[in-house]
């Protein structure tokens, strides 16, 4: 079955920077790559996701890279803010089927 | 707002006993799928289910069990709870075919 494996596990910046976090996954059969913001005590929300016939996508602050051949995708947000802390997920999926989550990230975001 | 919907929110249970869980799906989603998501972890696939049938099952025991109704809602049945089996469980609706899932804000199962 599919395995996705997610880096950091905790990922600290101060406000204005950067943030990246890179899953990797196992199953070429997966086509569908979202990635969700959990805040503490809530359902994940999708922020962005990526078909595999796409290499990047953009939606403001927020893009997502896929590198189909090497198996991975990044999670890529600029200008972070305080509330961009949470709990971010990468999950990968093929044409509907079950989600497989990564073990998530706490992105801290210090002002 | 016809988003997924989730019952009870909250819940405890003694070791051994029963749970039901509910969900009802987006409005024109077709399936839905549970997962569980213990303190501090990924969600963990549990079932998916579609014209009333179990389409897809993860690595979760017979302990745990679902219904899908004719209106698309959707039952998760534990039985024998351990434990371990607190966690907060997730239901995920989605259309057939089509990408995209919506979650519900889950029930957070608690076994004393």
Known sequence: GENVEQHPSTLSVQEGDSAVIKCTYSDSASNYFPWYKQELGKRPQLIIDIRSNVGEKKDQRIAVTLNKTAKHFSLHITETQPEDSAVYFCAASNAGNMLTFGGGTRLMVKP | ?112
């Open chain 2, 1 to 112: 707002d016809a988003g997924v919907t989730q019952s009870p929110t909250h819940l405890i249970k003694t070791r051994g006993q029963q749970v039901t869980l509910r969900c009802s799906p987006k409005s024109g989603h077709d399936t839905v799928s549970w997962y569980q998501q213990a303190l501090g972890q990924g969600p963990q696939f549990i079932f998916q289910y579609y014209e009333e049938e179990e389409r897809q099952r993860g690595n979760f025991p017979d302990r745990f069990s679902g219904h899908q109704f004719p209106n698309y809602s959707s039952e998760l049945n534990v039985n024998a709870l351990w434990l371990g089996d607190s966690a907060l469980y997730l239901c995920a609706s989605s259309l057939a075919g089509h990408y995209g899932y919506t979650f519900g804000s889950g029930t957070r199962l608690t076994v004393v």
